[in-house]
T-cell receptor
Framework: DGGITQSPKYLFRKEGQNVTLSCEQN?????MYWYRQDPGQGLRLIYY???????QKGDIAEGYSVSREKKESFPLTVTSAQKNPTAFYLC????????????FGPGTRLLVL | AQSVTQLDSHVSVSEGTPVLLRCNYS??????LFWYVQHPNKGLQLLLK??????LVKGINGFEAEFKKSETSFHLTKPSAHMSDAAEYFC???????????FGAGTRLAVHP
């Protein structure tokens, strides 16, 4: 059963703490993405990776970091430098044959304690 | 630069009546356009995609959209709404190249019995 999984579904962060959101795909997609969604807004791109061991900043990368050590995994770390981390985070991947079509995971909701 | 405007933030229809969700775009290129649907606290699901083939695009769950270059529009329609169609809908344009998607702010569709 192919797809994109994200964990956890809900995550709580304390002040000054770094937290890591997991994203795994078994679709054999080369490209993976992280988006942030705030209420009443569309998605904004945080980081993307076209290939293993390479990634690029998106529109709102400040306060976030990523790694891409394996094709199927693209974890996102929300650092303490991100002052307003409360949001819904969505991971996506795209098909090497149809790069523009992105497929999304179920999302992780991050809340600050 | 490319942009997407969803003309209605909320649309309310009765079950069994037609649905119209409006989207205008601006693009310097021949764009690819998408509609995604998001149910509460879920990821995004692709409804349909336009990539310069037929201007009338049929998607899943009875939805379709028509690309009108002269009007720079890509409105989403469905002849008869179901209760299960209640969700948020995003119009998306591709900036071309590697996977730069620009999201509209979303339209929340409510379906009443």
């Amino acid at each position: 059963d192919g797809g994109i999984t994200q964990s956890p579904k809900y995550l709580f962060r304390k002040e000054g703490q770094n937290v890591t959101l997991s994203c795994e795909q078994n679709l054999n997609h080369d490209a993976m993405y992280w988006y942030r969604q705030d209420p009443g807004q569309g998605l904004r791109l945080i980081y993307y990776s076209q290939i293993v061991n390479d990634f690029q900043k998106g529109d709102i990368a400040e306060g976030y970091s990523v790694s891409r050590e394996k094709k199927e995994s693209f974890p996102l770390t929300v650092t303490s430098a991100q002052k307003n981390p409360t949001a819904f985070y969505l991971c996506a991947s795209s098909d090497p044959g149809t790069q523009e079509t992105q497929y999304f995971g179920p999302g992780t909701r991050l809340l600050v304690l | 630069a490319q942009s997407v405007t969803q003309l209605d933030s909320h649309v309310s229809v009765s079950e069994g009546t037609p649905v119209l969700l409006r989207c205008n775009y601006s693009s310097s290129y021949s764009p690819s356009l998408f509609w995604y649907v998001q149910h509460p606290n879920k990821g995004l699901q692709l409804l349909l995609k336009y990539t310069s083939a037929a201007t009338l695009v049929k998607g899943i769950n009875g939805f379709e959209a028509e690309f009108k270059k002269s009007e720079t529009s890509f409105h989403l329609t469905k002849p008869s709404a179901h209760m299960s169609d209640a969700a948020e809908y995003f119009c998306v344009v591709s900036e071309g190249g590697y996977n730069k998607l620009i999201f509209g702010a979303g339209t929340r569709l409510a379906v009443h019995p």
